[in-house]
């Protein structure tokens, strides 16, 4: 649902015309790039700040804006910020203390006269303080100068395809600790334009939290039986128990605090939590927002690649086209 949040003094200005420019964290990953080309759709400039300019370049075209920043080293903060008038805030999984990080650019963005941020935070993290997201967002509702809104989506349909992956391709299952719990998984897409929407009308968005979830939800048998169909190579549905995925989580070799955030993500699957429609998603886009099929089918080239050993082909079934 839309939460409405101790308000700024921001929302009860005028905020006039649209942001003119939005520097965008994170620019180089699955939400980052979305949020770029959903500015550029509506016409709102975009600077990417990322660690290695060099490399965003390479990915993003040599005529891009792009700026260095890193999260570690507040010297490329005010730098990164100069000319923009808004920002696009978001955690990088690796990183857990927001203090000297995240929260410290955002006093920066304030006392340089940002406009407006928006801050992608998560499900529950207004309630879950373990979630380093939980501190970024009190610190944003303390700002008095800077209009702000938090998005809180729930589980990213996109985890199939960077997540999951690799689990997928080469051991051909779905590990996550979910029990037979269903998921309202959101498309990154939509999140995308959601946060180009506040952008675009700052005022209407200022001290404001919206919870974004898919229109439908699916169990994870589900979303092995679309896989399935979808690749023609059979997927399975395996559910972890919670010290099993952390176990699983650091023989994939991510970093230990990475291990510890994802886990408590991941600890409320069971209970239902992931699993309620919200419709706060239909009425900001206009229209309905994309499923976990829809996203399955659109990026089915993800997941081809040779057979891993043991994995066979689905009985009748045949790869679909991406639409």
Known sequence: ???????????????????????VTGALGNVGREVLRALAARGIAARAAVRSVERARAVLGPEADVVALDFLDARTFQPALAGCDALFLLRPPALSDVKPTLNRLVDVAVAGGIRHIVFLSVVGADMNKLLPHHA?????????????????PGFFAQ?????????????????????????????????????????????AHAGKAHTLTGPE????????????EALGIHVRYQSASMPGYLLHL?????????????????????????????????????????TMRDYVHDHVSLWKTAPAAGRNPAPGSHAKEAR
């Open 136 to 152: 970024v967002e009190r610190h944003l509702e303390q700002q008095s100068r800077t209009g702000w809104t938090l998005l809180r």
């Open 1 to 23: 649902m839309d939460d409405k949040l101790p308000s700024s003094p921001a929302e009860q200005r005028d905020d006039g015309p649209p942001c003119s420019r939005v520097l």
């Open 250 to 290: 650091a023989r994939r070799g991510l970093p230990a605090s990475q291990v510890l955030v994802q886990t408590v993500l991941h600890a409320g699957l069971r209970s239902g939590q992931a699993a309620r429609v919200d419709p706060t998603l239909t009425r900001l886009l206009g229209r309905p927002g994309r």
């Open 217 to 228: 939800h699916f169990t994870f048998l589900e979303v092995a039986e679309t896989l399935t």
């Open 159 to 203: 985890n199939l395809g960077h997540a999951y992956r690799r689990d997928i391709v080469e051991d051909g299952r779905i590990y996550v600790p979910a029990g037979k719990s269903s998921v309202a998984f959101v498309d990154v897409r939509d999140v995308a334009e959601v946060a180009a929407r506040v952008f675009a009308a700052p005022r």
